[in-house]
């Protein structure tokens, strides 16, 4: 699934080539992916300026004059595939959503297992849509601080990991991000999130943005079937120092405390339990 830093990414590349143009075509191909696309996305698309951009958890917005907004969300597999209109002879398989611009972009929506979505919304009733409503705080904004995430962590007696991975508290935040970040940290995952102490906040507060920024600059994770919105594929991968190297010596303590594996809440978390505690 695309992480945050993978939608960050991808809207950059959307803005790159729309922003400031006219949508001039719009093609939907399919009636419908995780839910059927608006029926009047083509009439309230076309021949409208694109204004501007937002990101928010792994929601993209791309504003549109008149005051619409169109929500967009990769799924499990989603791409966009940012190119030149009248370019490219044959479609990639199961593009469902065709953008061209009068300044000649394409954007192509890819998703095999349509898991995505679209939709289009007011854009002043942007935060008040279903799926943006109940969002916690964006990890990439001024309100990550120590003293905020102290606020939100008082009374929490859930592991750490959950907590940070509960898209009530902090939006986007996916599994990699949360066990690079505990690790660089030194927070055992299974802590209970009451009982850290404002160091750790406040090293967490720093963290969670330092590796989602390193991410972005390296174009995002890419485990699976994920690519950027170029085609290319993302390398956060190889700056991962616990994330999928169970048992690899601990980047920080050695070969004496390999990378160890388990299991909470279904998800796989990898830690040293030597550097974390
Ligand atoms: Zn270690």
């Not at 080539?17 to 191909?29: D, T, Y």
């Not at 854009?123 to 939100?152: I, K, V, W, Y």
Request: hydrophobic share 35%; with cysteine; net charge neutral.
């Amino acid at each position: 699934m695309p992480e945050l830093p993978e939608v960050e990414t991808v809207m950059r590349g959307f803005r790159d080539a729309f922003e400031g143009h006219r949508i001039s075509h719009v093609s939907v191909n399919r009636p419908d992916l995780r839910w059927p696309f608006p029926a009047d996305l083509r009439e309230k698309l076309e021949g409208r300026h694109v204004l501007s951009f937002r990101r928010r958890a792994k929601y993209i917005l791309m504003r549109l004059e008149d005051g619409w907004s169109m929500l967009l969300h990769l799924g499990m597999s989603g791409r966009l595939t940012i190119g030149r209109a009248g370019t490219n002879a044959t479609p990639p398989a199961h593009e469902h959503l065709v953008l061209e611009t009068d300044s000649g972009a394409r954007a192509g929506l890819v998703d095999p297992r349509r898991f995505g979505m679209v939709d289009l919304i007011q854009t002043s009733e942007e935060n008040s849509h279903r799926l943006l409503a109940h969002l916690g705080m964006e990890p990439l904004s001024d309100a990550m601080t120590g003293p905020a995430l102290a606020d939100l962590f008082r009374g929490r007696r859930s592991p750490i990991k959950s907590a940070l991975l509960d898209q009530k508290l902090i939006a986007g935040l996916g599994n990699i991000y949360v066990c690079e970040a505990l690790f660089r940290c030194g927070i055992h995952p299974e802590r209970r999130t009451c009982t850290l102490r404002k160091e750790e906040t406040g090293a967490l507060a720093e963290a969670v943005p330092q590796i989602l920024e390193q991410a972005i600059a390296s174009g995002g994770s890419s485990l699976r079937d994920y690519v950027q919105a170029d085609g290319t594929k993302g390398g956060f991968q190889d700056l991962h120092l616990v994330y999928g190297r169970e048992g690899a010596p601990c980047p920080n303590c050695g070969a004496e405390s390999p990378i160890q594996r388990m299991t909470q809440s279904g998800r796989s978390t990898f830690f040293c339990p030597t550097c974390q505690k």
